[in-house]
């Protein structure tokens, strides 16, 4: 990419690396669609036009969505990649890699797009994703739609404040937006999506002072808690990952979701980050553990049951996917 020589050309950079709505605040409802794209040549031509026609399909919901807040990012598998764009792959996209440890595993599982949707209610996000499949056809099959919601103050169903650490104003930017390292995504973004599973009634059985130690933070007014220094860490401390760079940070988007009658109680967790390793090193000190086997204890009454990595390119770049 040549760098820009006048006001104009600056403007259609800036324009070209613009990205999608990584930035949006928490949302009170949102989704998570997961789909695999079939493998035949009229599959993928359809679900290149669907996609690359998002931003439209987009508009004619959010024109409708009270408040007007309506937002939607597309990620794109590793798989899914060269077919649908014909380009070559960002830097870092590669397949989710599952992590083993002892006692738990963070599985990979499939899915070669990924439609987040937020907005200030259900229903218009009901209504896009009607629209959206209507318009795949059969051309994708759909391997999860979870709808979430937003848990009182921010809470995740283990009922502690989650997204507290996210980065904001410039840092925010830095943390999630893919820049000079890969010239041709700039303004792209790595997402990692997995649907986890509680065991409610084993923690509600910890004690306050066990759930604290365990999440790194007090329940009731969110104040962090001092790092462990030695044996067990909490989850705040392993997703902690700092080098001689700095400290490493990633954008999370996370949102409970539940079916009391089926007994079941989620968090869908949804990372945003410029560099795919940082997330990977978060997975491996969650799963393995830091120091080998002390894993994050957050697993113990958490089960990975998905786990899926998509690049979320420019937004100029999705609707130029040729069709
Ligand atoms: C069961 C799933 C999960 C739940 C319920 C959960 C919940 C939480 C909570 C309550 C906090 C503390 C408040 C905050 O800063 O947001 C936190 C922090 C954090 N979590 Fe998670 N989390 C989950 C999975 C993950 C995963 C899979 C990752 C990354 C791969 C991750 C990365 C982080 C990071 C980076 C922080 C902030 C650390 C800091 O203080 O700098 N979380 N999480």
Redesign the pocket.
Known sequence: MNLPTSPISSAHHAQAIEPQSIDTPISAAAAFLVLVVKDDASSIAVAQSVVASTDDLVKDVRIRAKGGLFICNVGISHRAWRPLTGKPLPKELKPFQEVRGTTHT?VATAGDLLYHIRAASMDVIIEFERILLEAFGTAVDVIDDVAGFRYFDGR???E???????PDGLDLAAATIVAEEDPDYAGGSYV?T?K?L?DMAAWRSQSLQTQEAI???RKFD?V?LPDATAGQKS???L???EDADG?H??L?D?MPFAAPGRGEYG?Y?I?YSRHLWV?EK??ER?FIGDPPPLHDR??DF?K?VTGVTFFAPARKFLGSIAG
């Not at 502690?160 to 996210?166: E, H, L, R, Y």
Request: charged share 20%.
């Open positions: 963070a995740d169903l283990l502690f404040v989650d997204g507290t650490a996210n990692v997995q986890y509680h999440i790194g933070r969110n962090e989850h705040k401390t997703c902690t990952i400290e940070d990633i999370r996370n968090t967790f990372g997330i978060m997975l969650m957050i697993l958490s990975a």
